[in-house]
């Protein structure tokens, strides 16, 4: 048996297999994955991920035994700081926990070195999700064991659930209630299984190593069919790469993990052998009907049951679910109830422009709240030939709740995206087409800005409220800075000091440059110390920052500042001393490009500032 590392998989100018070829080559994502592979993958732990690892009371691995042709995943559940990547400078994986005897890996006796392991770290509540390759390389008498790393990489927050630890599991003895082993699933698994919003599918090939990865979706994703035997569900636009259904097409044999979060704790694990149908070729009518209730499913997953475990009381931590992904297609039945009608465009840099939008039916008050630093969910129309059903997208509100006493009134400000369907379309809409656009509105949610705490989802007291606030933007990430203006222009709670860094290439991409003055007027007569700080990045900055500069001196900004070049420690050092004295009374909003995010997550932790502080949003996938 030959290790993944040794035998050429990480060969950075080709990452590939011939699975994940077929599958991009379906897809139409060759180019993408081209271009992307050898930027994502990495031999070593990157540091900008390592920090995300310790703190997590959960770690999913999936096993793959290549003399066996097995794959079993599984979950290690302890107390944080269990996992840890620091100490080998990211070569290796250390788990201080060992495996639930009653695991099926465990009795299998897979859990020894040479085994091949996909692993994956998620922290729940932020949605950071990195994913590590490699071999089990030590396990000591305590069961505690060692990952050598051949891949690492990061990963979107797509279709991740919101979840907290609700109570922290206190023995952590393992249990010795008995585990049920069945070829076919049953009433209580079934319950389980079909109630899941996540799921963890581990694959693997000799060749090519062993994955880890979460599957998620609207509660009821996952499908039992042909009484017991089958597992199905959709397969959702992701990044086009296809890492797990790719070593499905080499190597059949796979596995899941479900675990009831919320309440018992009961874990499922199942093995079986997995392919994929696309929706032209499905004629089973089980699997029809599925299709027919996930109208976004790129095609159907399938898996024939070999074997399952239940495992009562497999997590001894309770956790608890905040929001689903806003990215979940949504669930079968919660049809939209309003539309929303385009009222009025503002056009606000060469590619942004700001919308607002009416709901109609006028809701019933206080059954439609938008609560402040919150996002939207649209669902537009069909776009004849280029997406079978309505494209749902998310855009940050960028008015204020109290701005429309109904809430039924909002603004979103949107990007251009060159290629993009939604945006595009949207771009391009007439003013007459405006009003007969046949928008429908799918709910607000989220709480990614300072007003909202981030565990409850409810306006924080102003006791609560860290003293300073920094976002820390790029491009039209900034759309939350300029929500959270709105809010905190509107009313408390707010912070001592509020410090906006806006990053980009040049003053055409600047889009809100007059929101962020105007707050500063009366954010000064509410003694919230404020200042903006716009980044210019692109070639010719030192021109682009004179002109900038002049325009704010004319117009007598002073609360607005210009810098040249990208966000760096010194800058953060510069404009944020008082801040370095309390660094536990600092909060950070991250939202850019996945760039931008780990260069700014460096920065930031070089500055001496804690990581934890860090709250961030992906606008990618
Ligand atoms: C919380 C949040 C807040 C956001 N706020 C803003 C904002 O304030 N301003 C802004 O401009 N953008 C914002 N976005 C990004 C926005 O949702 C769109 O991605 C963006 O406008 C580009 O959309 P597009 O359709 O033009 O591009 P596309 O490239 O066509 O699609 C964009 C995204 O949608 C995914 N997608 C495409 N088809 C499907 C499908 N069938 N099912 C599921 N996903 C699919 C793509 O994979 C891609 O990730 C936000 C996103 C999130 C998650």
Known sequence: ??????????????????????????????????????????????????????????????????????????????????????????????????????????????????????????????????????????????????????????????????????????????????????????????????????????????????????????????????????????????????????????????????????????????????????????????????????????RLVVMSVHGLRSIPRYSPHVYEKVELSPYNPRAQGSGPEYLAVLQWVRQESQEVRTFELQLAPLPKPGSVVLKPEQHVRLALPALQGKEASPPERTWTVTSSPQWFADHARFQISVKLKHGGLASTWLHQLSREEMKSANIHFLGFSGEFGPQLDPSSGELRSQVSMPRHSVFLTAGIGSTPAVAALAALVESAPRPETLTIFSSVREISELAFLQRLAEAGRTLAQLSVSYRAVILLTGSDSANEMKKLEMMLKQNSISSVQVEAGRLSTKLLTDYLPEAMQVSENIEAFLCGPAGFESAARDAWTAAGFPSSAIRSESFAY
């Open 1 to 298: 048996m030959g290790l993944p590392g040794e035998l050429g998989l990480l060969k950075l100018e080709q990452p590939w297999h011939a699975g994940e070829r077929l599958l991009q080559g379906k897809q139409g994502t060759v180019h993408t994955s081209d271009e992307m592979g050898p930027r994502i993958y990495h031999k070593v732990i990157p540091e900008s991920y390592r920090d995300m690892v310790g703190p997590q009371p959960h770690f999913m691995v999936s096993f793959f035994d290549p003399d066996a042709n097995a794959c079993w995943s599984s979950l290690v559940f302890a107390r944080p700081g269990f996992a840890d990547c620091e100490t080998s400078d990211g070569t290796h994986i250390d788990v201080a926990a060992a495996l639930d005897p009653r695991d099926a890996a465990a009795v299998a006796g897979m859990m020894k070195p040479g085994i091949m392991v996909g692993a994956v770290a998620i922290d729940f509540m932020t949605r950071r999700r990195n994913r590590f390759n490699g071999v089990i390389s030590h396990v000591d008498q305590n069961g505690h064991f060692s990952i050598r790393i051949t891949q690492a990489f990061g990963n979107c927050p797509k279709y991740i659930t919101r979840r907290r630890v609700q109570r922290m599991g206190e023995n952590l003895e393992f249990v010795t209630e008995p585990v049920m082993e069945a070829s076919e699933i049953g009433a209580l698994e079934q319950s389980i299984i079909t109630s899941a919003d996540n799921m963890y599918f581990g694959t693997g090939t000799a060749e090519h190593g062993a994955d880890m990865n979460i599957r998620g979706g609207s509660p009821g994703f996952v499908r039992v069919l042909h009484s017991g035997s089958t597992i199905c569900w959709p397969d959702y636009t992701g990044n086009g790469f296809y890492m797990s259904l790719g070593n499905v097409q080499l190597q059949k044999n796979a596995s899941l993990v479900f675990v009831d979060w919320d309440a018992t704790g009961h874990g499922v694990q199942v093995a079986g052998s997995v392919h994929t149908i696309e929706r032209s070729e499905v004629v089973d009518t089980e699997m029809l009907k599925v299709l027919e209730e996930e109208p976004q499913a790129l």
